[in-house]
Nanobody
Framework: QVQLVESGGGLAQAGGSLRLSCAAS????????MGWYRQGPGKQRELVAE???????RTADSVKGRFTISRDHARNTVALQMNSLKPEDTAVYYC??????????????WGAGTQVTVSS
């Protein structure tokens, strides 16, 4: 089993900053990617930013230049620094990790989610 524990989030004013962190633990053989998704009110879950092992990052156009993803491969952690926050960034943010618990068994797990609310 692989578990993700998220921290951070909360309430910020427009133009402010917040930082999210996520740690993966459990029977991890390898991690292919770790990242963040979000789901706003009445919206579908969408990619925010993802760190791909050996392959750089993917970042949503809506947050480019404002959000930065960083990953510690040795500690199986990923963080999302969110600057210049906008009210439209309000959402539940979910950490995601996918990889393998062995050479033949994969995993794709989600954190419980953390609320980010940006007031105007």
């Amino acid at each position: 089993q692989v578990q993700l524990v998220e921290s951070g989030g909360g309430l910020a004013q427009a133009g402010g900053s917040l930082r999210l962190s996520c740690a993966a633990s459990g029977s991890i053989f390898s991690i292919d990617a770790m990242g963040w998704y979000r789901q706003g009110p009445g919206k579908q879950r969408e990619l925010v930013a993802e760190s791909i092992t050996g392959g750089g990052t993917r970042t949503a156009d809506s947050v480019k230049g404002r959000f930065t993803i960083s990953r510690d491969h040795a500690r199986n952690t990923v963080a999302l620094q969110m600057n210049s926050l906008k009210p439209e960034d309000t959402a539940v943010y979910y950490c995601n990790a996918r990889g393998g618990i062995s050479t033949i068994t994969s995993f794709n797990v989600w954190g419980a989610g953390t609320q980010v609310t940006v007031s105007s």
